[in-house]
């Protein structure tokens, strides 16, 4: 949902001077009966420098094309989709069967590093904020639940620390999904842990170096631990 949103958002309101999008395929709708195409003679025509072509309007192409669009006002910024409609993986849509009607997710059921999509709402506005527009990302606690086949689940996701109100009651589902995971599993919850921390430090090492590609030599020593013990245990095994 709220990836749907921010979709939206850097759709409608096309910051700065805005970019253009037509579906590639089949090119003879793109002109008048494609919904997606906000193309006009007056676009091309106001813009005198380059054309640049973004190929795909999933939310990368999207934030690229609001970036491009911000920091090279005169440029023609044009998007070419070939479904009939933005987001790419993200998204959703229902089917009903005599059982009920049901939620599936195309790919992202998750909203990660939100800072990430902040900070396009920021550089494309010169300085406005995402919550400007009125995109508010608000934390889930817990994060999602994992539901079994007998209709037993287990909540997982929790902050590793909680400073609200709703800290009890943090605490307490934490602590009912921890004795489920030890009464399904010898240790479950100690082992859950292990995984988290081992996932933490690829995380912390592989977003800044290999992602954000700024060397944070720091986060490496956890990350080799992690990995090396990741590879005992399968040498073991
Ligand atoms: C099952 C699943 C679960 C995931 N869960 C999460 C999650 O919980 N949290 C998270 O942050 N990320 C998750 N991801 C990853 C996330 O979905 C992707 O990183 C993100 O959607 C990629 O965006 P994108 O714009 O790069 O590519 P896409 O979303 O794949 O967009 C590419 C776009 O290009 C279009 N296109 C392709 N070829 C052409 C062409 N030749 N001409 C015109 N258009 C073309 C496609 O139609 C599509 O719209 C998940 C992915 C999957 C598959």
Same mark, same amino acid.
């Given at each position: 949902?709220? !990836?749907?949103?921010?979709?939206?958002?850097?759709w409608?309101?096309?910051?700065? &001077?805005? !970019? &253009?999008?037509?579906k590639? #395929?089949?090119?003879?709708?793109a #002109?008048?009966? %494609?919904?997606t195409?906000? +193309?006009? *003679?007056?676009?091309?025509h106001?813009?005198?420098?380059?054309?640049?072509?973004?190929?795909g309007?999933?939310?990368?192409?999207? $934030?690229v $094309?609001?970036?491009?669009a *911000?920091?090279?006002p &005169?440029?023609n910024?044009?998007m070419?989709?070939?479904?009939?409609?933005?987001?790419?993986?993200?998204?959703?849509?229902t089917?009903? *069967?005599?059982?009920?009607?049901?939620?599936?997710?195309?790919?992202p059921?998750?909203?990660?590093?939100?800072?990430?999509?902040?900070?396009? !709402? +920021?550089?494309c506005?010169?300085?406005?904020? #995402?919550?400007?527009?009125?995109?508010?990302?608000?934390?889930c606690?817990?994060?999602?639940?994992?539901?079994? %086949?007998?209709?037993?689940?287990?909540?997982l996701?929790f902050?590793?620390?909680?400073?609200?109100?709703?800290t009890?009651? =943090?605490?307490? #589902?934490?602590?009912r *999904?921890?004795?489920?995971?030890?009464?399904y599993?010898?240790h479950?919850a100690?082992?859950?842990?292990?995984?988290?921390?081992t996932? &933490?430090?690829?995380l912390?090492?592989?977003?800044?170096?290999?992602?954000?590609?700024k060397l944070?030599?720091?986060? !490496?020593?956890?990350?080799?631990?992690? =990995?090396?013990? %990741?590879? $005992?245990?399968?040498? +073991?095994?």
């Amino acid at each position: 949902m709220l !990836f749907h949103t921010l979709l939206l958002l850097i759709w409608t309101t096309r910051f700065a &001077s805005g !970019f &253009s999008s037509t579906k590639s #395929a089949p090119p003879t709708t793109a #002109a008048s009966s %494609d919904t997606t195409d906000t +193309t006009t *003679s007056n676009d091309h025509h106001n813009k005198h420098g380059k054309t640049i072509v973004i190929v795909g309007g999933g939310v990368g192409g999207l $934030a690229v $094309a609001a970036r491009l669009a *911000s920091k090279f006002p &005169s440029h023609n910024i044009q998007m070419v989709e070939k479904n009939d409609r933005i987001g790419g993986r993200c998204g959703s849509f229902t089917t009903t *069967s005599t059982e009920g009607t049901f939620r599936h997710e195309r790919g992202p059921s998750l909203l990660l590093l939100p800072q990430v999509y902040r900070d396009v !709402f +920021t550089y494309c506005s010169h300085g406005k904020t #995402a919550e400007d527009y009125g995109l508010v990302m608000e934390q889930c606690i817990p994060a999602y639940q994992v539901v079994f %086949d007998d209709g037993d689940c287990i909540d997982l996701g929790f902050p590793k620390t909680t400073t609200t109100a709703t800290t009890t009651t =943090s605490q307490e #589902a934490e602590s009912r *999904s921890r004795d489920k995971m030890n009464a399904y599993e010898e240790h479950g919850a100690e082992k859950w842990d292990a995984y988290l921390k081992t996932t &933490s430090a690829y995380l912390d090492c592989g977003l800044p170096n290999f992602i954000e590609e700024k060397l944070d030599l720091p986060s !490496f020593p956890a990350f080799l631990i992690e =990995s090396l013990q %990741d590879f $005992a245990k399968v040498c +073991t095994k």
